[in-house]
């Protein structure tokens, strides 16, 4: 190739690239808020089918959008692996910023019907295992009987899960059984409570008030899963010492599986006061304090402080607070 031909070669690489340069600069990408529901719920769920039964559209229209997103972003977004959908990184990062939009315009229907006078719509609330369970329905029958066209969602799960979800943006608020310490969570405090040695009405320590640390080594014991704020406390207040020497006979997901297990005679366990109410009503079980320990402890709600507050959670955010006061007050 002689100068003449290379120097035309390079002119033409040049341009090439000069006009792509110029593309992408003139370029614009554009989609539209169903488009962006469409992905996300087929992010979500994995699969075309699901997502089409999520959003009432036929499998054939939920891949004619996705591919018409595609086509308006120019580049593909999601990876057919198998039966599974996962998002390329492209869409990862369309992704992250379709949760936020579409959450501006949830956030801007609702100001605009609660300044029309009309408070309706769902809230989306996690909780962990003893709120879930034995304090929240209640309350959330008495938030229904102030607003009764809104729809409290209720998930229970373990506190690191609640934590990870508000996080995600999965649940406006959470209830958690232990402070978080993550920077972009706010904690508000919400009812006391308190952890006692639960055991079946028929053991030999019934007629007792009180035991030792030392002596809990002695019995079986029964846990829950790593994850729950009851666990959380309980180390606290157990010592790496006293908790290493424990009997460990099983680890149950829930407060209920643990009562059960009791009940079955399996082992012993610490629980919330507030799960074991019933059973110490009926005499089932009974409850004990470790002597030198007053395990008590507080539950708190959670929010992300970088979202936005909508105007339903703002109101069921502030019940919350007001009913956990009236609670601790009485108590």
Known sequence: ????????????????????????????????????????????????????????????????????????????????????????????????????????????????????????????????????????????????????????????????????????????????????????????????DELVLAIPAHHRWAKRRSVAREELSKMPFILREPGSGTLKIMEDYLQPEIMDSLQIVARFGTSTAVKEGIKAGLGLSVLSSRAIETELKTGILKALRVKGLSMGRRFYLIRDKRRTVSPLCQALLEFLLETAEETNRSS
Not at 147 to 168: G, K, Q, S, W, Y
């Open 1 to 192: 190739m002689n100068g003449r031909t290379q120097s035309k070669s390079r002119m033409g690489i040049d341009h090439q690239t000069m006009k792509k340069s110029a593309d992408a600069k003139t370029r614009s990408i554009d989609f539209d808020l169903r488009h962006l529901e469409v992905f996300r719920k087929v992010v979500e769920l994995g699969s075309f089918s699901k997502a089409g039964e999520s959003v009432f559209l036929a499998q054939a229209s939920v891949s004619e959008r996705i591919a018409n997103l595609e086509s308006m972003v120019g580049i593909r977004l999601l990876d057919r692996l198998g039966r599974r959908v996962v998002p390329t990184k492209a869409g990862e990062i369309l992704y992250k910023h379709a949760l936020q939009l579409l959450e501006m315009k949830r956030t801007a229907s609702l100001e605009i019907l609660d300044f029309l006078g009309m408070k309706q719509g769902d809230i989306r609330l996690g909780a962990s295992t003893i709120p879930g369970e034995y304090v929240l329905p209640k309350l959330i029958g008495r938030f229904g009987e102030k607003h009764p066209l809104v729809t409290v969602t209720l998930t229970v799960a373990d506190t690191d899960e609640i934590e990870a979800r508000v996080l995600e943006g999965h649940f406006e608020l959470g209830t958690i059984g232990s402070k978080s310490s993550h920077k972009s969570l706010i904690s508000h405090e919400l009812w006391d």
